[in-house]
């Protein structure tokens, strides 16, 4: 039990990636509009939350790295996508929790602006290797979806990656410090 | 330069970066070049799938829950439509019936055992779909045990909807036939032109989600409504697969030759459950 609750964050992680799976495939049509399509995000978003909410722990950028080289094989079979922008993503909330105040909006504003910025890296990617042809324009509206999608599933999640983090932080035997 | 040589976190910084782009570079052409994925990505794979598996089961049922609210709605409509079609329904059914036995019958005499229209099918159900803005790549839970191959034909709601792009043993990833990727397999097709003669071309897709009917063999019309065939010159799908119909015929950015759009036959947003198609032909 002791060992389970230091993996609990990981297990968290991998149930968010499986989520991002299964609710994109259920909420495709929902979320398309036009020619563009908004990506969701939950993973990226979980990995975010942690960083901000367990920021002492440097472990976390490590689980953010396997956590983005499993979501990358899984999703698309190569490795640079989410194995790149997760420990980048979790090493910004490390630091942005340290220098901007602990209110929720001022959280909700640099999760925006990084989940921005990974669209932005995955679309570039994509466009590098082929997979899109996606004009800048079209980039530009999907990535605002994208964002409107990320706002309503970090208002919806916050809590759960937050309570996750603060009570089971990854690889922290909290047990150490109860008596 | 030398201070640059001298700052480690910097040369440090400068090594994973390339370090990225050689993975990056490196996996993007195994993906491409193999047939199989490396062991250790199949097992993962298949274990996450395991995962996804267990989550979609409760995810379905809710989506499920809803699209039965839509149905019930759309009820009356579609069964006056339904009711239109089953009249027509027998005399296709005994049509079909004397043309396979009278096919049949030739191919005995011909002593011919399979074509490239001779072909068997797997249902399997769709676990995931990539999460990003850009990608069409759908994750089913058949895969090398169901004896699921790479490039096999995907349908879905009556039509071609894409190919199988790799196989675990026991998940496969599909790419839909709307995916702008430069590097995927595109299905050879053909349709019957105004005047009688068949057209070889293949498949393509513009971003948008549009496909088009590209590489005609010939320089006859096809009208708007005619429908699209695959041809079973590709290698791996079989013949006579539906893709879709004609829509309109234009001309290409460069004016020098017709840029056919099609209308997918199959439902490519509403991918619940797929049928891989394995044909009979090899080669």
Redesign the interface.
């Known amino acids: 039990m002791r060992i389970f609750k230091q993996w609990v964050v990981a297990i968290a992680l ?2 968010a ?10 909420l ?2 929902t979320m ?1 509009y036009g ?9 990226p978003i979980a990995v975010m939350v942690v960083a901000f909410e367990d920021d002492r722990n440097a472990k976390e950028v490590w689980l953010a790295l396997a956590a983005g080289v ?1 979501a990358d ?8 996508v989410y ?2 922008g997760l420990p980048v993503m979790s090493a910004f909330g490390r630091w942005y929790s340290r220098v901007f105040p602990e209110l929720f909006i001022f959280r909700l504003i640099g999760l925006l602006l990084m989940t921005s910025a990974f ?1 932005v890296y ?2 570039l ?2 466009r590098l ?7 800048l324009g ?2 530009g509206m ?2 605002l ?2 964002a409107g999608w990320s706002a309503l599933l970090t208002v919806l999640t916050y809590w759960i990656w937050a309570k996750l983090a603060r009570n089971y932080p990854f690889l922290v035997d909290l047990d150490n410090y109860r008596y | 330069m030398k201070k640059f040589f001298q700052n480690r976190k910097m040369l440090s910084a400068l090594g994973t970066v390339v370090a990225f782009i050689i993975l990056l570079g490196s996996t993007v052409l195994l993906r491409n070049d193999l047939n199989s994925p490396l062991f250790i990505q199949s097992l993962g794979n298949d274990i996450v799938s395991v995962g996804s598996r267990i989550v979609s089961v409760p995810v379905g049922w809710l989506s499920g829950g809803i699209n039965n609210v839509d149905a019930i709605i759309n009820a009356v409509s579609e069964n006056d439509h339904l009711k239109r079609k089953v009249s027509e329904t027998a005399q296709v059914e005994a049509e079909n019936e004397a043309l396979k036995k009278e096919n049949a019958q030739l191919k005995s005499a011909a002593g011919v055992k399979s074509t490239l229209t001779t072909y068997s099918t797997t249902n399997a159900s769709v676990v995931s779909r990539s999460a990003d803005s850009w990608t069409e790549i759908l994750t089913i839970d058949k895969g090398k045990a169901s004896g699921l191959k790479k490039d096999m034909a995907v349908m879905s709601g009556g039509g071609v909807i894409g190919r199988i792009l790799e196989v675990d043993a026991v998940t496969s990833k599909v790419e839909l036939i709307t995916t702008t990727d430069d590097s995927a397999n595109r299905f050879a097709v053909q349709a019957t032109a105004s005047n009688g003669k068949t057209i070889h071309g293949i498949i393509t897709a513009e971003s948008g989600g549009t496909i088009t009917f590209t590489q005609a063999s010939s320089s006859s019309k096809l009208t708007k409504g005619t429908k699209v065939y695959t041809s079973g010159l590709g290698g791996t799908s079989p013949k006579g697969l539906l893709i879709g119909t004609v829509t309109n015929t234009t001309k290409d950015s460069f004016g020098l030759s017709d840029l056919i759009k099609i209308k997918p036959a199959g439902n490519l947003d509403d991918t619940s459950v797929v049928t891989v198609v394995k044909r009979s032909v090899t080669g």
């Open positions: 991998y149930v990636m499986i989520l991002d799976g299964c609710l994109a495939a259920v495709h049509q398309s020619n563009s399509r908004a990506s969701l995000l939950l993973l499993i094989l899984y999703f698309y079979g190569i490795i640079g194995a790149v669209s995955v679309w990617i994509f290797i082929g997979w899109t042809h996606s004009s079209q980039a999907s990535i979806y994208t």
